[in-house]
């Protein structure tokens, strides 16, 4: 049940402390950026993730770790090489757990921080196929990398379920330094498309 | 009305509190290391940006926006993340909302949850009130873990055992979790993905905090680093999100400062690794049930206060703590309060809302003024101007006091020439007790500013009786 009297007390109790109109927001920072593919794979090495700018997909893939690997509704055919078992949806939480690695595309990239930014559309799956299994390949297209945090936000479609992903999971928890490898992949490959 | 968890019960004041911690030089250690690093460090990210004053002040207006409309957004994302399939709850107070979380989880029959680390859940003592009604919350942030395995108290808003080093943390995982490890942090962090992997499997509700929700969209937005926020947001049935309802930003547009300003604040990056946002439920991804609880627990008190008010601005990033001298060397636990730092000291206070309470009416001082917090600050909060407001509001509070009665007497001899002189000639005695041009130590009521710093002596004769001599047309 829904306490309604709680709901309109906190609106009330705001409302009475009457705080004035703000002034409007002046959005003075920069909403470009250098951008491009190279700025892109400095600043995606600088979390300790494995870059790559190649110009075949399938030539790439045949040097991933690991023999079992997630491939999400979406990857092209011709990304899904021999010499792997290619694990497709419908997959538990255990299959995913026990797999050896995934690999995605993304819906958009951000050259100035090195993220890529995925949200469940075409080759990227539920956010749990890029969570458990330790090893995460991602293919990044040239025209998908937008040079700004602005560019990429309004390239993306809030209510989709979105991940940003910036190097492998890390801490700073430990004398506030920054150690790779906690909960989710461990090793972030990123094969840039130029 | 029950009181504000956001203080631990029994806790001394600030310089009681201080003056033990001071004494604890393993702690001071720690903590002049690990400030020092992420000083530096932040410098370096924000150095990075041309554009970083501009991003202050924008992300400063956005929420000064925020707070003058908070009425009309709260109702706005109520109706958004309804439309997307959640369900919104409203607490007025720390036990209203314990309250609503532990019925929804006795709804799903849960007797374990896992938890992302949330600063609304730690300020209403959500963990306490859970296990009191039979339910046990296991913190999977590692830092979180280090306090909750170590039966310790966090001290600082992002990572909240930041007084622990490397050493400390193996002794208390080696002792909780049964295993022989090294002090290398690559090792402690591959302990605790071993020791909580299963229960994210497993546990079938998660509660969080939300760092930003947009009004617009209805759309919750969380960053972390180690994942396990993309664990408890992803696998579980049942998601609950306890927040604060200040953390709103109107538009999605809005985030692009935000996600900008909080990483190279907090952590020193340009980007935290995982930020997830999630909008409802989204059917065959994610938890199917969304619950969003809306805490006021004293923000729409210090809403009232015109000065006070910018301090719900904060978007908990920590900076000023980094770079608080006070707080390096005192430590977070003397604040008594899950807010610790110059933030906690102007937080903590209003959202407890009783300058009587004396604990809480001694954190406005817990400050030199020395304004490297505000420097800091992404969203520009004048911490000292708000610290000052408020110690004259624990000095109005306390009534007549010594120090009231002597200000009193200091007026009145102020007020008239004739007095002050006489009075300067009296204080001119004082050198007597100087050694070398410095007074250490004065009786009482002297004693109580000497118990802590020297007073350089008197000279023997003062300005205006020597200009008279010396100047004076006669």
Not at chain 2, 349 to 377: I, K, R, T, W
Not at chain 2, 405 to 412: C, H, L, S
Request: charged share 25%.
């Amino acid at each position: 049940m829904i306490n309604t009297a709680a709901r309109e007390e906190i609106l009330a109790r705001i409302r009475h402390a009457n705080v004035p109109a703000a002034e409007p927001v002046v959005r003075g920072y920069l909403q470009q950026g250098p951008g491009g593919v190279e700025l892109f794979a400095e600043r995606v090495a600088d979390y300790r993730a494995v870059v790559h700018v190649v110009s075949n997909v399938p030539e790439a893939l045949t040097s991933l770790q690991g023999k079992r690997i997630v491939a999400p509704a979406g990857v092209p055919a011709e990304w899904l090489v021999d010499g792997v078992t290619w694990l497709r949806e419908p997959l538990s939480i255990e299959e995913l757990d026990q797999a050896d690695g995934v690999l995605t595309g993304c819906a958009v990239a951000i050259a100035d921080t090195g993220t890529i930014v995925l949200d469940g559309g075409e080759a990227q799956g539920r956010r749990a196929l890029t969570l458990l299994p330790d090893y995460h390949v991602c293919v990044v297209r040239a025209d998908q990398i937008a040079a700004s945090v602005p560019e990429a936000l309004q390239r993306l479609e809030p209510t989709r379920p979105l991940t940003f992903i910036s190097g492998p999971s890390a801490t700073s928890d430990i004398e506030l330094n920054r150690v790779e490898g906690v909960h989710g992949p461990r090793t972030l490959e990123v094969l840039i498309v130029g | 009305m029950a009181r504000n968890p956001v203080t631990w019960l029994g806790s001394p004041t600030f310089p009681k509190a201080a003056k033990a911690a001071l004494n604890d030089t393993q702690l001071r250690q720690n903590l002049r290391k690990a400030t020092g690093t992420i000083r530096e460090r932040r410098a370096a990210a924000v150095t990075e940006m041309t554009d970083w004053e501009q991003l202050r002040v924008a992300g400063e207006q956005i929420k000064d926006d925020v707070l003058a409309r908070l009425d009309t957004l709260l109702v706005e994302l109520e109706e958004s993340v309804t439309a997307r399939g959640g369900v919104v709850h409203w607490a007025r107070d720390a036990e209203e909302a314990n309250r609503i979380v532990l019925d929804l989880c006795r709804q799903e029959n849960a007797s374990e949850v896992v938890k992302v680390k949330s600063m609304a859940t730690a300020e209403i003592g959500l963990n306490e009130a859970l296990e009191a009604g039979g339910v046990q919350a296991i913190e999977t942030d590692l830092a979180e873990l280090i306090v909750q395995l170590g039966d310790d108290r966090p001290s600082h808003i992002l990572v909240p055992a930041i007084h622990r080093n490397r050493s400390e943390i193996r002794e208390i995982f080696q002792r909780r979790m049964g295993v022989e490890l090294s002090d290398e942090p690559a090792d402690l962090a591959e302990a605790a993905r071993v020791y909580l992997r299963e229960k994210f499997l497993t546990t079938k509700v998660a509660i969080s905090g939300a760092n930003f929700a947009v009004a617009d969209t209805g759309s919750i937005v969380v960053l972390e680093s180690e994942g396990n926020g993309r664990m408890c947001l992803t696998l579980p049935e049942t998601l609950i999100t306890v927040m604060g309802i200040e953390k709103l930003v109107p538009t999605w547009q809005d985030l692009e400062v935000f996600l900008q300003l909080l990483p190279r604040s907090s952590t020193a990056e340009r980007m935290n690794p995982y930020t997830s946002v999630w909008t409802g439920v989204t059917p065959g991804d994610g938890p199917q049930s969304f619950h969003l609880v809306l805490i006021d627990n004293g923000r729409t008190a210090t809403l009232h206060d015109s000065v006070g008010r910018q301090a719900l601005r904060c978007i908990r990033c920590s900076a000023c703590l980094n770079v608080c001298p006070v707080y390096e060397r005192t430590g977070g636990q003397s604040y008594g309060s899950v807010y610790p730092g110059p933030i906690g000291a102007i937080l903590t206070p209003q959202l407890v809302g009783d300058m009587h309470d004396p604990q809480a009416a001694s954190l406005p001082y817990a400050s030199s003024l020395c304004g490297a917090c505000f420097e800091v600050c992404p969203v520009r909060i004048d911490i000292p101007s708000v610290l000052t407001h408020l110690r004259a509001e624990a000095v109005e509070a306390k009534g007549r006091t010594a120090e009231s009665v002597a200000m009193a007497a200091a007026a009145w001899v102020f007020a008239e020439a004739s007095r002050y002189e006489k009075a300067q000639k009296a204080g001119s005695l004082a050198r007597f007790f100087a050694k070398d041009g410095r007074i250490t130590s004065l009786p009482w009521p002297g004693s109580k500013w000497t118990s802590s710093r020297d007073v350089p002596a008197p000279p023997a004769e003062s300005f205006r009786s020597w200009w008279r001599k010396n100047r004076c047309q006669k």
